[in-house]
């Protein structure tokens, strides 16, 4: 059996939390991986877990689409499309603010860079539009 390719590591990881599974990312993360994301930024699996649980819990619906994928050693460079209804709070880590549920559904692109050494994810960037996906809790309208 082959070590999977970092590429293959991530759809794993969504496939986990997208069924609500976000325990099995014990075993597709490093203890000490890093995260970045647009919002935060944190070390850990227990961090990495809070985050994708919190993905889970907001959108529980949420599906994606891999628009582009470049692989290069263990390293993945991945363009998707996620959609999902807003069905749960939505946190800011950083801020502690609070969407409540809107119950529309939403669209965003994200760039995720994927690294990963013997086997498990080291690190994960996520780096998406914050404002296209804010406007579409409001239509764009303010408050």
Same mark, same amino acid.
């Given at each position: 059996?082959?070590?999977a390719?970092?590429?293959?590591?991530?759809?794993?990881?969504?496939?986990?939390?997208?069924?609500g599974?976000?325990?099995?990312?014990? @075993?597709?993360?490093?203890?000490?991986? #890093?995260? +970045?994301?647009?919002?935060?930024?944190?070390?850990?699996?227990? %961090? +990495?877990?809070g985050?994708?649980?919190?993905?889970? @819990?907001? %959108?529980?619906?949420m599906?994606?689409?891999?628009?582009?994928?470049?692989?290069?050693?263990g390293?993945?460079? $991945? @363009?998707?499309?996620? *959609?999902?209804?807003h069905?749960?709070?939505?946190?800011?880590? $950083?801020?502690?603010?609070?969407?409540?549920?809107?119950? $529309? *559904?939403?669209?965003?692109?994200?760039? #995720?860079?994927?690294?990963?050494g013997?086997g498990?994810? *080291?690190?994960?960037?996520? %780096?998406?539009?914050?404002?296209?996906?804010?406007?579409?809790?409001?239509?764009g $309208?303010p408050?």
């Open positions: 059996m082959t070590a390719t970092a590429n293959e590591l991530a759809e794993r990881v969504w496939d986990a939390v997208f069924s599974r976000v325990a099995d990312l014990r @075993e597709l993360f490093a203890p000490d991986a #890093e995260m +970045i994301t647009a919002t935060s930024s944190g070390q850990g699996i227990d %961090y +990495i877990m985050v994708f649980g919190r993905h889970h @819990e907001s %959108y529980p619906d599906k994606h689409e891999l628009l582009t994928v470049a692989q290069d050693g390293t993945a460079c $991945r @363009e998707v499309r996620f *959609t999902g209804t069905l749960g709070e939505l946190r800011n880590p $950083r801020t502690g603010g609070v969407i409540p549920p809107t119950g $529309r *559904t939403v669209t965003w692109v994200a760039a #995720e860079i994927v690294g990963t013997d498990v994810i *080291t690190t994960w960037h996520a %780096y998406f539009d914050r404002m296209a996906l804010m406007e579409q809790f409001t239509d $309208r408050g």
